[in-house]
């Protein structure tokens, strides 16, 4: 599967179908991400955003159908192939997920100590690079609990950057956080996309941060189960007919 322009999707699903127990939440879904975007994973409660994400990170099995990371198969990979792509991504889960009774540092140097040979210096100094670059210059000694929430997920960010990863997961990066703190953060993400060349998908149901940072997205349909319309949110907001979408990205009020 092709861009126009011929290129590789980054990712490609195809005909992706999620189940929980006995009830399908998403069937049939067919969508790609490019190298740069910012693609953004929206839909109402319930509609499998995050268990989509979990999906593509290999943590749930799909009912049916298939991701692609390039032109590699990642659902039917065997557990080193899988290992091998996962080295290229890195994820910030909800709540930032740091370990409480490490510093910062040590938090962001996990991935660094189990998957590199780096000594223990090195692994410092790497760690220190990482939480500068999300702002966070001179916190390497400061535990999770002595610094604000919006502090804590730039901090779960740099652990996600450890390893230098192509594409970077986010689970409602601004759940949690106030307004500005958010803003802040989605304006780190299009640093980090237009200085590191990094790929981003989020999941995300703030309409703010939508708007900000998406560059393609797609919606999820409950009522559906399935994926009623995909590009730019702005472009989808300006030419939608969908009423259920209009009334998602305008929080039921007018565009």
Do not use: C
């Amino acid at each position: 599967m092709a861009t126009a322009g011929g290129a590789t999707p980054y990712i490609s699903v195809r005909d992706l179908t999620m189940v929980y127990g006995s009830h399908v939440l998403m069937r049939d879904m067919t969508f790609s991400v490019n190298q740069g975007d910012v693609f953004v994973i929206m839909g109402a409660s319930g509609s499998g955003k995050s268990t989509l994400l979990r999906h593509l990170i290999g943590l749930n099995e799909p009912a049916h159908g298939s991701i692609y990371y390039r032109a590699e198969n990642f659902t039917s990979a065997d557990s080193s192939q899988r290992e091998r792509i996962l080295r290229n991504v890195g994820i910030l889960f909800q709540g930032g997920a740091l370990w409480s009774a490490m510093t910062l540092s040590e938090n962001v140097g996990l991935l660094l100590e189990e998957y590199t040979d780096l000594t223990p210096a090195q692994i410092r100094q790497v760690a220190a690079l990482k939480l500068a670059l999300v702002g966070l210059r001179g916190f390497e000694d400061y535990y999770p609990s002595e610094i604000s929430g919006g502090m804590q997920k730039r901090a779960g960010l740099a652990r996600a950057m450890a390893l230098d990863p192509d594409i970077l997961f986010f689970d409602e990066p601004s759940a949690g956080l106030d307004p500005i703190s958010a803003r802040r953060l989605d304006e780190l993400i299009l640093q980090l996309r237009d200085s590191l060349g990094i790929t981003a998908v989020v999941v995300s149901h703030d309409l703010a941060s939508i708007f900000a940072i998406g560059t393609n997205s797609i919606y999820l349909d409950v009522s559906s189960q399935a994926i009623t319309a995909s590009g730019p949110p702005a472009e989808l907001l300006a030419r939608t007919e969908d009423s259920t979408l209009r009334s998602f990205l305008t929080r039921g009020g007018n565009p």
